[in-house]
């Protein structure tokens, strides 16, 4: 398991550090805080990106109750899916 702890919205901040450190020792963070562009479409580069955000996706989910996970569900970005995270539980755990 990447990360032990499971976000349920009242563990927010806990649950973002630890995820932030778990992306950070598997060369992942780059695609939360949005130093990884999407590259083109329909070239290789793109690929392999697709692929490795889709794995960062999956790691978050997969920290997160079915219900917080189900919210998110449509988001194809991983930037995107912790970007909004970050809009709904920091206001509501501060």
């Not at 901040?13 to 329909?42: C, Y």
């Not at 919210?71 to 970007?83: H, L």
Request: charged share 20%; net charge negative; proline share 1%.
């Amino acid at each position: 398991m990447i990360n032990n702890i499971q976000l349920d919205g009242a563990n927010y901040h806990a649950w973002s550090r630890a995820m932030k450190r778990a992306m950070i020792s598997k060369n992942k963070h780059k695609f939360l805080d949005d130093n990884v562009k999407t590259p083109e479409q329909g070239t290789a580069l793109h690929d392999t990106w697709e692929r490795c955000n889709m794995m960062a996706i999956s790691w978050l989910t997969h920290t997160m109750n079915t219900q917080i996970a189900q919210s998110v569900m449509y988001i194809e970005n991983a930037k995107d899916v912790w970007d909004d995270l970050a809009n709904v539980f920091q206001r509501e755990t501060i």
